[in-house]
Structures are given as C-alpha cells and as structure tokens.
C-alpha cells in the first residue's frame, strides 16, 4: 500500500489519461438520473434498459471509445458512480457519510480493476459545501484504498494490486476550495490509517517500547513535543496502577506524552488513550477463544497518536496533550494477584480484584498525572475497555461516559459529522457504590451490572471536577459497522471524531 498522491486540476477532464475516471450521477426528484452533458444519450440508454438510475451505491463501468457521448476522453475506463437524490432535506451528516462510502466503492472498484491512476470528475448538486464534500470523499477513497499486508512475506504475488497511486480532481470551478478539503481529508486519513497501522501490528512486535518510538517519530517530524517515562520514571513516580498491570510482563512499560503548544494559546485538551499491546487477562485469564484479539488493546493510544500527528499538521490555536500508558498484561510469579491492594499516582488505593480489569488501572495514573501537570480545560480518554459495551450497543456505536453534558455534545456531534456515532451512558453516585471496596479506597470491578459505567466510575475518580469523557471503544476498534471505508480488522476509531473535535474546539466554559 502506497500514500494516494491527490491533486485538484482546472485542466479539461477529457485529457486525463489514467486507469479509471468516476463520474458522479444523480437522481431527480422522479428517481430519474440528472442528466449532466457528458453522457447524456448513454445515460438514457442504460436507464431505458433498467441497469442505471443513479441510486446510491450504483455503478456502471464503460469504455469511453465505445461510448459514441465519450469522444475524445481518453481514460482507459469510466464509472458512472449513482449518488442518489441531492439536493433537499439531507443533513449534512448524512451527505458526508455518503461521500466517505463513495469514496470507499471508488477504492473497491480500482482494487478490483487494479487502477492506480485515477481520476474524480468533480460536480456536485448537493448543499454540502464543496470542500466538506471533498475532504469526505478523499477520506473515503484513501480508508477504503487501506490494506495490511506487511507481514505477507512469501505470497505476494508480483502481479497483486499495490494500491491507487494518484487521484485527481477536475473541477473547472471551486479547486481551491475542493484542493482545501482534499488537504484536510488527506490529513485526517492518513492519521486514522497509521493508527490502524499500529494496531494490526501483533503482540511480539508492538510493545511499549515501539509505541514510544513511534511517537518519538511523530515529534521529530511534526514539532510536537514528546517525553517517554520509563520504568525507573515510572517508579519514582509511584505510579502503581501501571507498574502493577506490567508486574507479570518482561517487557518494560512506558508512559508516552506528546504536546502540542502553540505559541500563544488559553486552553488546554487533554487526550488519553489506553495503550495496551497485549492483554491475557493476567492470572484473571482469559479463555483462549478469540485472545489474539486482545492485541488490538492498544486502540485507544494509537487513536491518540494518530490524532496528535494530525493536529501537528493542522496547527490549531489550543494546546493539546496527548497520554497514552503502555504495557502489556501479562501472567507469571510476579503477576499482580487477585486481592493485591496498589497504590495509583497521587495516593489512591485500589483493591484489584480481577487482573483483567487493567486497562481503567493503567489509564488512572495517566488521567491523575496530566490532570495535575497541564491542568486542562478537559479531557477526552479512549479505551477497549469492557466487553459490556458491546453487549450494551453493538458494533454500531462507542460508548460515552461523562461528568459534563456540553463536552459530551461536542464529541457527539464531532461522531456525528465523522461517521463515527456515539452513545452516551449515563453516569451517577450510585454507579461510584458499586466499586467501593473493604480494605482500600475502591476496587476495580463493580460487578456484571452497568459494567461500561462502573469502568467509566472508576476512571472518574482520577479527573477531580475537570469537565472529562470517556469513550469506550471496544466494540468499534474493530469489527466496527461493515462500510465501504472500513475493512475488516481495526477500524482506526477516534482518530478522524478527536481530530474534528480539536478543530472545531472553541474557546469554551464547560
Ligand atoms: N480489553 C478488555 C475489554 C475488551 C473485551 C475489549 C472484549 C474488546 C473486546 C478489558 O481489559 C477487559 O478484559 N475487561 C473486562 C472487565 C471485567 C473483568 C470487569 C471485561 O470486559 O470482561
Ligand atoms: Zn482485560
Ligand atoms: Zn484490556
């Protein structure tokens, strides 16, 4: 897989000579395709026959030298691309998930076309602004182009598709505008597709340590600031929540910070995400059915990576912290045991009961530690962390737990206008109840009942009053909704919904 090179032309579309050029067709109020003056006898022609109307998700493939309307054009083949009814009542969260799953079936047709070069002849008839429109599509077409094939070593075959090389808008109209989405969506999908780059990596060769260095990698070429605490660091800070999780492992841990500081700036977000590369379970351990999986643990920090990278890009005007706790949860004589009281960082006591609930022990110290040292304006933490979430909303939706009703809006609506929907969770004293413990201040497990809440409760403790989400993700990290855009595997979550938060971020009161 190679980075899609995307460019906006003013030159005249017939000229483009690549593998594959997308033309968008639409529907009239009467389901009839809206004629546009390319194409227009043929169009006819197919509707006539009954194989095209310019329904979403349609296609039609042709070859524009036997096509009497396509004279002159000389691209190697043409899609006509059915994007329903345009204009009217749609919101825009819904025409931009619509342009990202356009953007993915152009990915599916050039992959099974094996078209490198191709080219989108830009015309639109929907409210949506055009650079929304664009930066949709482009993220669209460069998720859907996503594949992970770094380990096939002796498969690949000579002749196997490496990916779209270079997409090109024609627009004779708006290219600066179109150019200014394209850049933005090119931003945000490479984040989200380097933060599944991370995940589909396995155990053995994701541990703290590349995670560390990786973020390093980041702050070299994008000017954040980057600080690693190791074990000793770790030590000396108490913090006991990681140090305890990594008891069982041979592989040190790592607490990775990277900052964004603008020059000048009054508010301050701070992101957290869980970076555990490899959860068994510890002595709590988990049936073998399905435990490779658990190396996608570390979603939530590689979200946060990814989205650091992309504000990096962007540049905004408030300063961001990005957390993420690494280690992997392991199992051996020096495994912390079921019943073992630690103390996290800042004097909490916890009484652990159940080793697999490790990621809420780890992301502890992390929330107590930034909320002390950059006291934020708020924060926003991304974890795998229960599997209640899925039983209480599937696939389709990230759970959300908050002590602040606008924060939670403002992520909502960032879900909303990614594709990325969330639901929030409510969250109260009563919750708090359940993990209260007999020998130390709290325990880490609150029982089956509200278990996504009672994780969320005991994360709540960490923050103080500062206004704080908590987003789960364990049920859309991966296996997320099936989409043109997202491939089976990890699905790069959180990445595109923190990068449209922190943009959209407003000098705010919470
Ligand atoms: N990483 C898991 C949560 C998870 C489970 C993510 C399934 C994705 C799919 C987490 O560390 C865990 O094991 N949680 C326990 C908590 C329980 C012991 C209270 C769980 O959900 O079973
Ligand atoms: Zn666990
Ligand atoms: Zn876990």
Same mark, same amino acid.
Request: aromatic content about 16%.
């Given at each position: 897989m190679t980075t899609i090179k995307f460019s906006a032309t003013k030159t005249d579309q017939a000229h483009f000579s690549g593998d594959l050029a997308i033309l968008f067709v639409y529907q009239n109020k009467n389901d009839k395709p809206v004629y546009l003056k390319e194409g227009k006898s043929f169009l006819e022609s197919l509707h006539k026959l009954g194989d095209f109307a310019g329904k979403e998700g349609e296609l039609c493939i042709f070859y524009p030298e036997q096509v009497d309307d396509f004279k002159g054009y000389v691209a190697k083949r043409i899609c006509f691309i059915g994007c329903g009814k345009?204009?009217?009542?749609?919101k825009l969260t819904d025409s931009l998930e619509k342009y990202r799953k356009i953007g993915g079936q152009i990915a599916k047709t050039a992959k099974q076309y094996k078209a490198q070069k191709i080219a989108v002849f830009f015309k639109s008839f929907e409210k949506t602004s055009i650079d929304d429109f664009a930066q949709a599509l482009t993220e669209g077409i460069s998720l859907g182009d996503y594949t992970f094939t770094?380990? @096939?070593?002796?498969?690949?075959?000579?002749?196997?598709f490496k990916g779209i090389t270079t997409v090109k808008y024609f627009a004779q109209d708006n290219s600066n505008k179109i150019r200014k989405g394209m850049q933005a969506g090119g931003i945000t999908a490479i984040a989200a597709r380097d933060a599944r780059d991370m995940a589909n990596e396995p155990g053995n060769k994701w541990t703290p340590a590349e995670f560390a260095d990786y973020a390093r990698t980041i702050a070299k070429e994008s000017g954040l600031k980057c600080t690693v605490f190791d074990k000793k660091k770790l030590q000396s800070m108490k913090m006991g929540g990681i140090l305890s999780v990594n008891g069982g492992s041979v592989v040190a841990p790592k607490l990775i910070i990277l900052e964004h500081e603008p020059? @000048?700036?009054d508010q301050t977000i701070m992101l957290v995400g869980k970076g555990l590369t490899f959860d068994s379970g510890g002595i709590s351990l988990k049936p073998a059915a399905g435990m490779q999986d658990m190396k996608y643990d570390m979603c939530g920090g590689a979200a946060v990576l990814g989205a650091m990278k992309a504000i990096a890009a962007e540049k905004p005007a408030v300063r961001v912290v990005g957390l993420v706790p690494s280690t992997d949860n392991m199992i051996s004589g020096s495994a912390t045991k079921p019943g073992d009281v630690i103390t996290h960082y800042g004097g909490i006591t916890s009484e652990v009961i159940n080793t697999d609930a490790e990621g809420r022990l780890i992301l502890a110290d992390a929330l107590a530690y930034g909320n002390k040292q950059y006291k934020p304006d708020c924060i926003v933490d991304l974890a795998t962390l229960t599997g209640a979430v899925i039983i209480c909303l599937g696939h389709h939706n990230t759970g959300l737990v908050s002590n602040n009703d606008k924060l939670s809006e403002l992520l909502i609506e960032a879900g909303a206008r990614t594709g990325e929907p969330m639901w929030r969770l409510p969250l109260s004293k009563d919750y708090s109840k359940q993990i209260e413990s007999t020998v130390a201040d709290i325990k880490n497990i609150g029982g089956r009942e509200g278990g996504t809440i009672t994780a969320a409760a005991y994360l709540q403790k960490f923050v103080d009053d500062t206004p704080w989400a908590h987003l789960d993700i364990a049920g859309t990290?991966?296996?997320?909704?099936?989409?043109?855009?997202v491939p089976k595997g990890?699905?790069?979550?959180?990445v595109r919904t923190l990068i449209d938060f922190v943009k959209n971020w407003k000098k705010t009161k919470l």
């Open positions: 345009a204009e009217g009542k749609n770094k380990y @096939k070593k002796t498969s690949t075959k000579d002749d196997e020059a @000048k700036y990290a991966w296996n997320f909704t099936e989409k043109s855009y990890p699905s790069g979550i959180g």
